[in-house]
């Protein structure tokens, strides 16, 4: 399926300055959140172009329609991807088409008419899996007394008590922790700040980590060199990207003998244990930092034993040979 012609012949260069592409991306606060915005805008430029090399720098973003935009959204949903996936395409999309309306290159009139896509629904299960305790002590149990192997250990300690997401574990300075209130101030989606709170065995674990971190202001989890030293940049420690965090659990849990785990079936299994215990949803969603109650809801997973458990109930009938 091919995108409806863009008249493009005879478009002058765009200047960096003045590319809508790069302006979205420098609005961005967040390292992370520049990464996974860049990346959806290079693949709505490979399907705009039909270029595999194709990044969304120097495109004409300005020249799309709504007849265009439509074209994208379908492509999109044909990929397979899922419902989320393809809304944070369309919302790349939508932000990168205001920023040229910004910069003078288009109408509002035209704006509005191609940012007029209604958003991909689909009901799907909350992704990630459950982390047993069992699990978790043994990826604990196999970090060392190394540099590497206590940062591992706080690490996971803090990932299992906070439900954090992996940017904003990577995203924590010295100046975050308080070890009196046994607490973190986090910055989440949108440059929110929460508070959340750790264990005490989470907060054992962490000092023991600090004491081979050592106290200089900087990232609280950094890169660690074979030779066990922290990496730094102008003399502080620099923080962890997500796809090092991402390492760091999958080589944990390989070591443990157990399946891969991700940050995020951490966070899955931090809202479930807390609404099982009876926590009200209100605080579930203020610890884990949802803008809306309704997606802490979705990792409910009480209704999910209450139709199991009516299952259970139902007995199938003996077989017996019919008369």
């Not at 002058?12 to 520049?34: F, G, M, N, Q, W």
């Not at 705009?48 to 004409?60: I, K, S, Y």
């Not at 939508?94 to 288009?106: H, I, N, P, S």
């Not at 079936?265 to 931090?270: A, G, L, P, S, V």
Request: aromatic share 4%; with cysteine.
């Amino acid at each position: 399926m091919s995108l409806p012609a863009l008249p493009v012949q005879g478009t002058p260069p765009i200047e960096p300055a003045r590319d809508p592409y790069h302006v979205y991306l420098d609005s961005l606060t967040s390292p992370e959140s520049r990464r996974t915005m860049r990346g959806c805008l290079d693949r709505l430029a490979r399907l705009l172009t039909g270029d595999e090399r194709a990044t969304g720098a120097g495109q004409p973003w300005h020249l799309l329609r709504y007849e265009h935009t439509v074209r994208i959204r379908t492509l999109l949903t044909d990929q397979g991807w899922s419902a989320a996936y393809v809304n944070k395409h369309l919302v790349a999309l939508r932000r990168v088409l205001k920023e040229a309306w910004r910069l003078g290159q288009t109408s509002a009139e035209d704006l509005a008419r191609a940012s007029d896509l209604a958003p991909v629904r689909q009901s799907r299960l909350p992704a990630g899996h459950h982390v047993p305790p069992e699990v978790v002590g043994a990826a604990l149990s196999v970090c060392d007394d190394s540099p590497a192997g206590v940062r591992d250990a706080a690490l996971i300690a803090v990932l299992y008590s906070t439900g954090c997401r992996r940017a904003e574990l990577g995203g924590l300075s010295l100046t975050d922790y308080d070890p009196g209130a046994r607490s973190l101030r986090v910055r989440g989606k949108r440059d929110k700040e929460r508070l959340v709170y750790l264990t005490t065995d989470a907060i054992g674990l962490v000092e023991r980590w600090l004491a081979v971190r050592g106290r200089t202001p900087g990232a609280l989890f950094s890169p660690i060199s074979k030779a066990g030293r922290l990496r730094e940049r102008d003399g502080r420690p620099v923080g962890l990207t997500g796809q090092g965090i991402s390492d760091i659990l999958t080589r944990r849990f390989g070591e443990a003998g157990a399946s891969r785990r991700t940050a995020h079936d951490f966070r899955r299994t931090f809202i479930g244990e807390l609404l099982d215990a009876g926590v009200d949803l209100a605080t579930a969603q203020a610890l884990v930092g949802h803008s809306s109650p309704a997606t802490t809801a979705r990792y409910d997973r009480r209704p999910e034993r209450t139709r199991r458990e009516a299952v259970d109930r139902l007995r199938l009938p003996a077989p017996r040979p019919l008369a």
